[in-house]
Structures are given as C-alpha cells and as structure tokens.
C-alpha cells in the first residue's frame, strides 16, 4: 500500500519569507510525485511533478521541489512568498499497484501569507 | 476559465431527492474522474473513466451512479443521499491515466449540501 503525510495541515510564512511544504511516501517501488496547489473556490491546479530524471523540478508561480529517494520526501519550495500563494497544496504519490498506476493525494496543508 | 466545467457549482438537497451533477471537458482528453473532498480529509477518487469504459470505481455506495455518455461528458447521479454525502465533488480529466503520470484538469466543482 502506498500513503503520504504531509507535514502541517496549516503552515503561515510572512510575505517574502521562505515556503517549505513537507511531504513523504511510503512506497516500495519508484513512484511519480506531483504537487497540485487549490485556491479558493477553485479545483485542484497541477504545479509541478517529477515521473523519471532530474531529482530537482521547477513548476510554475517559482515554485520547486526536490525528489529524494533516501529520506522518500519530495518537499516544496518557493524562495520569496507571495500573497497571491495563499492556498492548499496537495502532494499525490501514483505507484505501481499490480498492472496499473495508483495516484494516491495527501490531507493538504493550508499556506497562509501574512502581509 | 479552466477546459472542464461542472454544473451545477451549488446544490441543497433532501435525502429522498434526486438530483444529477454535471462535468463536461473540452481538453479532448479520454479519461474522466469523480473525486469528493471534504473537509480535513484526502481527496477521495470515486470513479474513472477511460474512453467511456469505467475502469475504476473505489468501493462507492450504489446511491451515487456514474454515468459516461462520451469521453466529453461525465454524470454523477445521487439519490437517497445521506448527509455525511456533504462534500465538495471535483470533476477531473487527463491525456492518460492520471496514475500513469498524466496531468489531472479539475473543474470548479460542485458544492453539495444534504439536508
């Protein structure tokens, strides 16, 4: 069975200030990791994912997360907060389950920007 | 404005009632999902479809009925409904299935109340 845990339902940052959302699997076998970010009363918007290569992936809005395979994290980063982040942002796992690919999401942490 | 659109966005309803949620998506894509969110909980997936066939129903009471007419259109018809049913629906598509690492494209969704 595949899970993910992310860290904090409910992180706050001041504008301008470092976004770390943490985030870690359980899998047994290579997965494929995304980060979809939900502003209010919107769907979910895919913000970057990593399937095979380059372990550091840059999405939209500056954000970035790095895949780590030894401490099976895939934390997301933004250098410089910005009011317009103040969302939820989900980090989803999809393995192999038998034949086919599960994608399995997070509880979501709640970003808050202060000004 | 997103390629998928789901109507209606609100919906109040009593527990004998039945009612129908819409999702249609103009991405050309072939599979189609239903996920309910609620609140301090992970997104759940309902259902998928890929190329009108439902691939994947996720243990879902029989109250809610699935409907794919064609790989534009998606239905989710509700009857009986109980009211822990309360919840925000989310209607998704992608180009592949989202478990193979395709991008997931949500709609607005529907916010459901029962009464």
């Known amino acids: 069975a595949q899970s993910v845990t992310q860290l904090g339902s409910h992180v706050s940052v001041s504008e301008g200030a470092l976004v770390l959302l943490r985030c870690n699997y359980s899998s047994s076998v290579p997965p494929y990791l995304f980060w979809y970010v939900q502003y209010p009363n919107q769907g979910l918007q895919l913000l970057l994912k990593?399937?095979?290569?380059?372990?550091l992936v840059k999405g939209i809005n500056g954000f970035e997360a790095e895949f780590k395979k030894s401490e099976t994290s895939f934390h997301l980063t933004k250098p410089s907060a910005h009011m317009s982040d103040a969302a939820e942002y989900f980090c989803a796992v999809s393995q192999r389950v038998g034949s086919a690919r599960q994608l399995t999401f997070g509880s979501g942490t709640q970003l808050t920007v202060l000004p | 404005e997103t390629g998928v659109t789901q109507t209606p966005r609100h919906l109040v309803m009593g527990m004998t009632n039945k009612k129908s949620l819409k999702c249609e998506q103009h991405?050309?894509?072939?599979?189609m999902y239903w996920y309910k969110q609620s609140a301090k909980k992970p997104l759940e997936l309902m259902f998928v479809?890929?190329?009108?066939?439902?691939?994947e129903n996720n243990s879902v009471p029989s109250r809610f009925s699935p409907e794919c007419p064609n790989s534009s259109h998606l239905f989710l018809h509700l009857h009986t409904l109980q009211p822990e049913d309360s919840a925000l629906y989310l209607c998704a598509s992608s180009q592949g299935l989202a478990g193979g690492g395709g991008e997931l494209f949500f709609g607005e969704g529907s916010r459901l109340t029962v009464l």
């Open positions: 990593y399937t095979t290569g380059a372990t």
């Open positions: 991405l050309g894509h072939n599979a």
């Open positions: 479809y890929n190329f009108k066939e439902q691939t």
